[in-house]
């Protein structure tokens, strides 16, 4: 450790100098690990540290964004400041922001970790999610930077590490925490498996849990190895050195299957989920009543108990195939495993990608669920992950009237979930997959299939794609009005939501007439004093202001303080945005 210390730790001498490591070698070498212990150890030092994904280019710059919620937020944008309550801001501009307090010339000590940087490139890439870090590193020539990476090539960005493998002193010490002991032999399968630390743990706890010495283990360490050299797939393995961890993983994988047929399958299953954060109540929400029946049962099982659940973890615990978070009920798979993983299990694809899909979207939690979007949040890189196999292993599926209806409401509350996010590109997506699957399977005036063409005309108005939007909501006042009746909230809800398309276009008198129509919808439906009803008086108000029209402006916005006053409270944010138009008007 001693080199990054002497290369990054601030000090009296160089603190105003921006100091850059950069820690790289083989996948399963120890780098992500010898950053915790680094971090662990020397936190104190620093006034702030932060960890970034850099594993693809949206992943950094979520964990960038997502450090607004640890600063001053007087120091922050509104726009920054929205983000870290509610994710409605820019996230590019959010990340500006982060980057621009780390440039501030008081703020010199801090500390940034980019992980997993193995994707980067300083030169345009065929690959949407490369990146240049350099992009990504505040302005001030200050603080301290350690990056974790297989490329060699990124040396050039400040001091350098190749991490190499353990000695055999290490190794055996490493062997010994994961065995329980030392045992005859120890060195022969340390040096066997080249000095790898994760390959070294991988073998300690198979043979721990499996009672197997390491006579034997070398013995089926080598047969393993024969009958993977066969596989084709395997000759694009860049080193030795992968085959080793590669083997050790299958000797453990082959005697977990042996011992847990339900362990096996959520560690397959976890292949197609992100490798960074596996929760319990992850998995528990797909089981919900309208598609219990297709899920396979040894998934019913295990989210539909979490004692099963926590077996299971146990076992994938007990091999090393998964560590525990400290502090949290939360899990992770290395990213190598999880590759190895997704490229080892060849049938099942389509399956295991629908299960998956089915599970991130049945956890998509709606407004009204307290924190709903720090679970969006941490929803967001099994949702990329899932979006990212739609196209590859699902398009049958949405051809097979079996699946149609749980792949159509999936893919609805992904695009929920991504237009919540301000992921519109993905959300539009989804939601036209969603209303393909919704029309074929219910018909293009089912509830179902309006609802989505409601929200796709929201997702088209937030993008400005007026003419889309109007279209969108046009079906759907249509479609409400013979479901349901003129004056059904939803229909009114469409209607108001019309005026504003046309206040946002310019077409007055067009908004103002659904304005009026919506008010006295819902002052029949909810009465004068409900806060939908209000709230459609305060949109007439802005639109009276708006066209000079004052008098009839002051009337509504009257109103409107008085109820939100009632309602709300005098001194909440919308009564006094309220108050404040009022007197706008009153003075104009």
Known sequence: MTPLTQALLPTSTNQMRRKVFILHGLGGIGKTQLSVEFTRKYQGSYSAVFWIDGSSKERLRRSIADFASRLPQHQLSEGSRNYSRNRTADVDKVVEDVLKWLSQPSNNQWLLIFDNVDRESSVPSRDPEAFDVKEYFPIADQGSILITSRLASLWQLGTDMKLEPVNEVQGESILENSLGRLTEGSLELVNLLQGLPLAINQAGSYMRKTGTNVSEYIELYNQAWARLMEKQHLSTLREDADRSILTTWTLSFNSLRLQSEDA??????????DNGDLWYKLLAPALDLAIADEVPRWFARCAGDKLEFKECIGLLLEYSFIDAKTGSSSFSMHSVLHHWCFHTFEENKATMSWLALII????????????????????????????????????????????????????????????????????????????????????????STLRTVNNLGLLYSDQGKMKEAEDMYLRVLVGYEKAWGPEHTSTLDTINNLGILYKNQGKMKEAENMYLRALAGKEKAWGPEHKQTLDTRYNLGLLYKERSMFGKAVLQFKYVVQGYTKLLGPEHSETVEALNQLENCEVD
């Open 264 to 273: 096996t399958n959520l560690l397959m299953l976890w292949a197609f989920l």
């Open 360 to 447: 991130v979207a049945s956890a998509v939690p709606s407004e009204t669920v307290l924190h709903y979007s720090l679970i969006q949040r941490r929803l967001l890189p099994h949702c990329d992950h899932v979006y990212s196999m739609l196209q590859r292993y699902l398009q049958d599926a949405f051809k097979n009237r079996e699946y149609l209806p749980s792949l159509s409401r999936a893919c609805y509350q992904l695009g929920y979930l991504y237009s919540d996010q301000g992921k519109m590109k993905e959300a539009e997506d989804m939601y036209l997959r969603a209303l393909a699957g919704k029309e074929k399977a219910w018909g293009p005036e089912h509830t």
